[in-house]
C-alpha cells in the first residue's frame, strides 16, 4: 500500500477510461440531463475501476458482476430516501455494510461486487437527484454497460497468429512458463516464492478456462478449446509432480527445468510438445514428474493442429478446480469481517446526518473504502487515503482558481483525463483516491454542489479517525478470527485431499479415485492456502490497536501451512507411484489431527484440544506433515510463546 506496483503501462484501458465517463456526462450535460448524466457517469468510472487485464470473458465477469451489484445497491437507497425518513439511513447502512464484509470473504469478485452496493447504497440515499428509483439505477447500469462494451471492442493490439482464444492460451502457457521457474529454483532460497507465482499462475488460467466452458459469448472456437483444456490438464499434471519435487527439495538439471518452457511454446503456437527431457526416475518424486512430462508430451501430440482430437481417450485431467470450499458469509470471519464494515459505515453515516441535511453520502462511502478488510493494511489505507484526497481537493481548487470557475467543458474535460489515469492510478492507493477524488467532485459540481470540496478534507479526516477508532475494537478486530480461520479452511481442505486419494486400493494395486475431483480438491487447498498467507500478511503490518491482545507469529504458521500443503500433495504422488501406501491406522490419524487442529484455529484455541501426536514412522510425507501441525499448534496455542522451528522445513 505504501509504494507502487510495477507494471506495464496499460495504454488501451486508458484509451477506455477517457471514453468511459467523460462523454457521458458530455451527454447528459447537453441534454439538459446533468443527474442522469451523472450517475451514467459515475457506473462507467466505478467499471473502470474494476477493468482490470485479462480475458475478455474475465472483463465481463470482473466488471459486468459489481456493476449490477451497484444499480440493485443504488436502487435500494434510492427507494429508502423516498419512503422513510433521513435517519433510517443509519440501520439501512448497518444492515447493508454487514452484508457487504460477509460476502467480502467469498473471493475478489464478490468483494468487488459488495463495496460497490455499499457506496451505490450510500450515494442512493445520500445524493438528492431528480428522478425515480428504477431510473437512476438504469443510468448507472447503462454507464457501466457502456465501460464493458469499450472493453469488448478497444482491446490491446493481438499478435500475429492471434485468435479469438488468445487470452486464455496465454494463460495456459504463463503455467508452463512459470513452472520452468519454479523447476529452475529447487532446492534454493527462491523456491518457495517461485512455488507461490506457479500456484498464482494455475488459479488465473483455471479462471480463464473455466470462463471459457461456462460464458458462450464470445464465440467459442470449437476443438482448440478442448485441446487447449487437454494442455492445461496435463499442466496441471506436471504441476502436481513439481510440488513433491520441491517437497523432495533436490536441484534438477537445467535441460527438465527449461523443459516446460518449450511447453509453453506449444500452447501459444498450437504446435507440437517437441524434444523433451529425457527420464531419469531415481526416486519416487521424479518417477511421479518423469511420468507427467510423458502424459504431457502424448497429450500435446494429440491435440496439435490438424491431429484428430480423441477427447475421451487417455487419462484426462479435467480443469475446473473449484470445489465449494469457499468461505461463506456466515463463518466466524465473515460475521467478523459484516461486523467491522457494518460498525465503521453506520457510525460514519450518524455523523454526517448530523452535520448536513443533504449531501451527506462522503463520509460513509469514504468509511467503506477504508474499513474493507480484504483490501490491505488499515493503517497504510487511512494515511493514503487521507492523502490522495488532499491531493485531489488540491488538484480541483487549482483547476478553478486558474481557470475562474468551472464550466461544463472543462468539467468534462478534467473527468475525460482523470478517467484516462484510472486504469494508471491502480498501481497505489493515495493515487487512485486523487484520481477518484476529482471525478467524483466534478460529478457532484455537475449536479449542483459547487461547494464540496473544501468539506471533503474534514469528512474523510473524521471518516479516517472513525474508522481507525471503530475498526481496532477488540470485538471486530481479532486476528484470531481472520487469520485463524482462513488457516482453519486450508486444513480442512487438505483433510478432505488426503482423505481423497489414500482411499482403499482396487485390487489390482491402485487408487480408485477421480483424477477431476483430485485436482479440484488440490486446487482448493491451494487457493485456501494463498488467501490465507495473504490474510497473515495484512495482519502482520497492521497497528497493534490500543486495545492490546495476542498477536501470533502468523508469518511462522504461513511458512508450516504450506509445508503441510506440499507434504500432502508429495504422499500422494509417491503412494500413486509406487511408494507403499499408509495403513487405514495411520491416514485416520493424520486427518484427525488436521480436523481438530482446525476446530481449534477455527476458535482461536478458547476451548483446549491436545496437541498433534507423532507422526506415522513408515510415512516420510505423512511424518512431515504431522511435524509441522504440531509446529502450528505450538505457535498459536493460547499461552505460547516460545519461538518455534516449525518453519524450517527440516525432516527426520
Same mark, same amino acid.
Given at each position: 500500500?505504501? *509504494?507502487?506496483?510495477?507494471?506495464?503501462?496499460?495504454?488501451?484501458?486508458?484509451?477506455?477510461?477517457?471514453?468511459?465517463?467523460?462523454?457521458?456526462?458530455?451527454? %447528459? @450535460?447537453?441534454?439538459? #440531463?446533468?443527474?442522469?448524466? @451523472?450517475?451514467?457517469?459515475?457506473?462507467?468510472?466505478?467499471?473502470?475501476?474494476?477493468?482490470?487485464?485479462?480475458?475478455? /470473458?474475465?472483463?465481463?465477469? =470482473?466488471?459486468?458482476?459489481?456493476? @449490477?451489484?451497484?444499480?440493485? $445497491?443504488?436502487?435500494? $437507497?434510492a427507494l429508502v430516501a423516498e419512503?422513510?425518513?433521513?435517519?433510517?439511513?443509519?440501520?439501512?447502512?448497518?444492515?447493508?455494510?454487514?452484508?457487504?464484509?460477509?460476502?467480502?470473504? *467469498? %473471493?475478489?469478485?464478490?468483494?468487488?461486487?459488495?463495496? #460497490? !452496493?455499499?457506496?451505490?447504497?450510500?450515494?442512493?440515499?445520500?445524493?438528492?437527484?431528480a428522478g425515480p428509483a428504477w431510473l437512476k439505477a438504469l443510468c448507472f447500469l447503462s454507464g457501466a454497460g457502456w465501460l464493458v462494451l469499450l472493453r469488448l471492442l478497444l482491446r490491446a493490439p493481438r499478435s500475429p497468429g492471434a485468435t479469438r482464444s488468445s487470452g486464455e492460451r496465454e494463460a495456459v502457457a504463463a503455467v508452463f512458463d512459470a513452472l520452468a521457474d519454479a523447476l529452475g529454483a529447487l532446492g534454493g532460497p527462491g523456491a518457495p516464492a517461485a512455488r507461490r507465482r506457479l500456484i498464482g499462475a494455475q488459479q488465473q488460467a483455471d479462471e480463464a478456462l473455466r470462463l471459457m466452458r461456462l460464458l458462450p459469448w464470445p464465440r467459442r472456437s470449437g476443438g482448440a478449446d478442448h485441446a487447449l483444456a487437454a494442455r492445461f490438464g496435463s499442466g496441471l499434471a506436471l504441476c502436481e509432480a513439481s510440488i513433491a519435487l520441491l517437497w523432495e527439495g533436490r536441484p534438477v538439471p537445467d535441460a527438465v527445468a527449461e523443459g516446460p518452457r518449450g511447453l509453453a511454446a506449444a500452447v501459444r503456437s498450437g504446435g507440437p510438445a517437441g524434444t523433451l527431457p529425457s527420464a531419469r526416475p531415481d526416486t519416487a518424486e521424479r518417477l511421479a514428474f518423469d511420468r507427467a512430462v510423458l502424459e504431457a508430451a502424448v497429450v500435446f501430440d494429440r491435440t496439435t493442429a490438424g491431429a484428430h482430437p480423441a477427447r475421451g481417450s487417455g487419462r484426462s485431467r479435467a480443469t475446473g478446480t473449484h470445489s465449494g470450499s469457499r468461505p461463506g458469509p456466515f463463518t466466524p470471519a465473515g460475521r467478523e469481517y459484516g461486523l467491522r464494515v457494518a460498525l465503521c459505515v453506520s457510525v460514519t453515516a450518524a455523523v454526517a446526518l448530523l452535520l448536513h441535511e443533504d449531501h451527506w453520502y462522503w463520509l460513509p462511502a469514504t468509511a467503506a473504502f477504508l474499513v474493507k478488510p480484504d483490501m490491505g493494511p488499515l493503517?497504510? *489505507?487511512?494515511?493514503?487515503?487521507?492523502? +490522495?484526497?488532499?491531493?485531489?481537493?488540491?488538484?480541483?481548487?487549482?483547476? !478553478?482558481?486558474?481557470?475562474?470557475?468551472?464550466?461544463?467543458?472543462?468539467?468534462?474535460?478534467?473527468?475525460?483525463?482523470?478517467?484516462?489515469?484510472?486504469?494508471?492510478?491502480? *498501481?497505489?492507493?493515495?493515487? #487512485?483516491?486523487?484520481?477518484?477524488?476529482?471525478? @467524483?467532485?466534478?460529478?457532484?459540481?455537475?449536479?449542483?454542489?459547487?461547494?464540496?470540496?473544501?468539506?471533503?478534507?474534514?469528512?474523510?479526516?473524521?471518516?479516517?479517525?472513525?474508522?481507525?477508532?471503530? +475498526? =481496532?475494537?477488540?470485538?471486530?478486530?481479532?486476528?484470531?478470527?481472520?487469520?485463524?480461520?482462513?488457516?482453519?479452511?486450508?486444513?480442512?481442505?487438505?483433510?478432505?485431499?488426503? /482423505? =481423497?486419494?489414500?482411499?482403499?486400493?482396487?485390487?489390482?494395486?491402485?487408487? #480408485?479415485?477421480?483424477?477431476?475431483?483430485?485436482?479440484a480438491l488440490r486446487g482448493a487447498v491451494y487457493r485456501a492456502l494463498a488467501e490465507a498467507r495473504a490474510a497473515a500478511e495484512t495482519v502482520a503490518v497492521e497497528l497493534p490497536g490500543p486495545f492490546g491482545g495476542r498477536h501470533h507469529d502468523w508469518s511462522a504458521v504461513t511458512v508450516a501451512a504450506e509445508l503441510v500443503v506440499d507434504a500432502a500433495t508429495a504422499c500422494a504422488l509417491r503412494v500413486e507411484n509406487g511408494v507403499p501406501r499408509p495403513s487405514s491406522g495411520e491416514v485416520e490419524r493424520v486427518t484427525t489431527a488436521l480436523s481438530v487442529l482446525a476446530d481449534a484455529l477455527e476458535d482461536g484455541h478458547r476451548t483446549a484440544r491436545p496437541a498433534p501426536g507423532p507422526g506415522p514412522r513408515d510415512c516420510r510425507s505423512l511424518r512431515d506433515v504431522m511435524t509441522q501441525l504440531h509446529g502450528i499448534h505450538r505457535l498459536t496455542a493460547v499461552g505460547s510463546a516460545e519461538p518455534s522451528t516449525a518453519g524450517s522445513g527440516a525432516r527426520p
Open positions: 500500500m505504501t *509504494r507502487p506496483r510495477r507494471a506495464p503501462v496499460p495504454r488501451t484501458a486508458m484509451v477506455r477510461g477517457a471514453l468511459g465517463a467523460g462523454p457521458l456526462l458530455a451527454a %447528459g @450535460v447537453a441534454l439538459g #440531463q446533468p443527474g442522469p448524466g @451523472v450517475l451514467a457517469a459515475l457506473g462507467a468510472m466505478l467499471a473502470g475501476v474494476n477493468d482490470r487485464p485479462g480475458t475478455r /470473458r474475465k472483463g465481463l465477469v =470482473h466488471i459486468g458482476l459489481p456493476a @449490477v451489484a451497484g444499480a440493485l $445497491g443504488l436502487l435500494a $437507497g419512503a422513510a425518513g433521513r435517519w433510517a439511513a443509519v440501520p439501512v447502512l448497518f444492515l447493508v455494510g454487514w452484508v457487504s464484509g460477509a460476502l467480502s470473504t *467469498r %473471493g475478489a469478485v464478490w468483494s468487488a461486487a459488495a463495496l #460497490q !452496493m455499499l457506496v451505490t447504497t450510500t450515494i442512493g440515499m445520500g445524493m438528492p437527484l493503517f497504510s *489505507r487511512v494515511v493514503n487515503r487521507f492523502a +490522495g484526497t488532499v491531493a485531489g481537493v488540491l488538484a480541483f481548487v487549482a483547476l !478553478m482558481a486558474a481557470l475562474g470557475g468551472l464550466g461544463a467543458p472543462v468539467v468534462v474535460a478534467a473527468v475525460v483525463v482523470a478517467g484516462a489515469l484510472v486504469p494508471l492510478s491502480l *498501481r497505489h492507493f493515495a493515487f #487512485q483516491t486523487a484520481v477518484i477524488t476529482v471525478l @467524483v467532485l466534478s460529478f457532484v459540481h455537475t449536479a449542483g454542489d459547487t461547494e464540496a470540496a473544501a468539506s471533503r478534507l474534514l469528512e474523510t479526516f473524521l471518516a479516517c479517525v472513525i474508522v481507525l477508532l471503530v +475498526g =481496532h475494537l477488540p470485538l471486530v478486530a481479532d486476528p484470531r478470527v481472520r487469520v485463524g480461520h482462513r488457516f482453519a479452511v486450508t486444513l480442512r481442505c487438505t483433510e478432505r485431499y488426503l /482423505r =481423497h486419494v489414500l482411499d482403499a486400493p482396487d485390487p489390482a494395486g491402485g487408487r #480408485q479415485r477421480d483424477d477431476a475431483r483430485g485436482l
